[in-house]
């Protein structure tokens, strides 16, 4: 053992232990004397705070879970620390133990300095993506690895192989965008733009303009020089429409035009431009039920129709959660350069109680804003219980779900009470007003009475 301590002696440039409650149990030479300390009963017995402002071995102790390498700053100093919990035999924590491994960065200039290119050669690659206007995410940015998660990829990957007309059809936020992305990077048309645009975000009189360009001079104002379309900046590669169904009647029989011939005239010139594009369609709305009530198209809707995919919503897909707060908490990892977290066991099964109506955007917001709001390496309940809404949805999934007839028994006895009561109980005008016949409303009327009377024999 004196051989094993003389080893790691040489090894590290300072020690401390701290006791289960947090209190500084012991010091060595070295780190008392990097820290300024003149002996060690200056430390000794306070709390790991007081001394080292932004030690983490208290978050160590709770997790129970080693922090093996990790950069520390105090004061104008910065180390290169591991921290490791203390246990029994049994598995409890008593207290835990950090090393300082280096205590100047410039021994790990050979590191640093590969990782510092990496870096750099990241962020030129993305750079050089966003001028050429390519796919920004592949098929494995849409995570998940749930059955419903892997048929919309097996679709994604059919369509990519196929230059037809698809339309992505899910709620908010549950990745179309990514998905369009992912199909135009596996298809043959990868290496040519991708163009996107949100009917909802557009002006309906700006619509024509955005879509098919300016002509120089058009009208008033305008540009002397031409502006180009999307359909112009998407051409001989993919068009992402979002939210489709905003798109208004009168632009819907020229774009349908344009999908058609694959040529379109810049607003305000007479020469027409061929193009070669293809379209990707998304909506969160029922857009067969709009073409039903004749606000779209039906043509276009089976032109933009071709191969259907249909995302699900989180709620459908819970047994994704853990991937995806690990895939998210990655990207706020990177994004923010904040500590890498990770979750708790009970923090999961808490975020799977929710309903999440805005899907995994609603989840990476509420992760990034646990992210902000706690300090602790690992996310716990604590952390989401005041982030989630204490709304019914909540509780809504862990309620019992109705047989049909139940639902429809209770509807009937409610419009018939409505109608009643609308009608000061006149049996006839409430039928009419049904447009039941009276012998219906009077069997009706039965089985509201039928009801109560069981509803009073079971309170009383």
Not at 162 to 188: F, M, P, Q, R, Y
């Amino acid at each position: 053992m004196r051989t094993l301590f003389r080893q790691l002696d040489s090894l590290y440039e300072g020690a401390i232990v701290v006791d289960r409650q947090g209190r500084i149990a012991w010091i060595d030479d070295k780190y008392r004397a990097m820290l300024g300390l003149r002996d060690a009963q200056q430390a000794v017995g306070k709390e790991i705070e007081q001394v080292i402002p932004n030690s983490l071995l208290r978050d160590v102790m709770r997790t129970g879970e080693p922090i093996l390498l990790d950069i520390m700053e105090f004061g104008h100093q910065t180390f290169v620390v591991t921290r490791m919990p203390l246990e029994r035999d049994n598995g409890e924590v008593i207290g835990a133990v950090g090393f300082v491994l280096y205590e100047q960065l410039h021994q790990l200039k050979p590191l640093v300095a590969k990782f510092t290119a990496l870096q750099q050669e990241l962020a030129a690659a993305k750079r050089g993506l966003a001028e050429r206007r390519t796919a920004k995410y592949a098929l494995d940015d849409f995570v998940g690895r749930s059955p419903a998660c892997r048929d919309v990829k097996r679709h994604a990957a059919r369509a990519a192989q196929l230059d037809v007309g698809v339309l992505l059809l899910g709620e908010t936020g549950t990745g179309k965008e990514i998905l369009a992305n992912a199909i135009h990077a596996l298809s043959s048309r990868a290496s040519a733009p991708f163009i996107g645009v949100n009917m909802a975000a557009v002006p309906e009189t700006l619509l024509e303009a955005e879509f098919f360009g300016v002509a120089p001079g058009a009208y008033t104002g305008a540009d002397r020089r031409a502006r180009d379309g999307k359909f112009k900046q998407a051409d001989g590669g993919t068009l992402f429409l979002d939210e489709i169904g905003d798109l208004p009647l009168s632009m819907q029989s020229k774009l349908l035009r344009v999908l058609q011939e694959q040529e379109f005239e810049m607003l305000g010139s007479g020469k027409v431009i061929k193009v070669d594009v293809r379209v990707i369609a998304a909506t969160s709305v029922d857009l067969a039920a709009l073409v039903a009530q004749g606000r779209f198209r039906s043509d276009l809707y089976y032109r933009l129709n071709v191969l259907q995919i249909n995302l699900p919503p989180l709620r459908e897909r819970l047994e994704d959660l853990d991937v995806l707060c690990d895939a998210l908490l990655e990207q706020i990892h990177e994004r923010h350069g904040t500590r890498q977290r990770s979750m708790t066991p009970d923090a999961l099964a808490l975020l799977r109680t929710y309903r999440w109506p805005g899907n995994v955007r609603e989840l990476r917001n509420v992760l990034e804003r646990a992210c902000i709001l706690s300090d602790s390496r690992r996310l716990g309940v604590e952390t989401f219980d005041t982030l989630l809404p204490s709304s019914a949805a909540t509780h809504a999934a862990a309620q019992p779900v109705r047989s049909y007839a139940a639902a429809l028994a209770d509807f009937d006895n409610t419009i018939t009470k409505n109608a009643l009561d609308a009608t000061g109980g006149n049996v006839v005008a409430a039928a009419r007003l049904l447009g039941l016949s009276r012998a219906t409303m009077y069997k009706r009327i039965a089985a509201l009475k039928g009801q109560s009377t069981a509803l009073n024999k079971e309170t009383t």
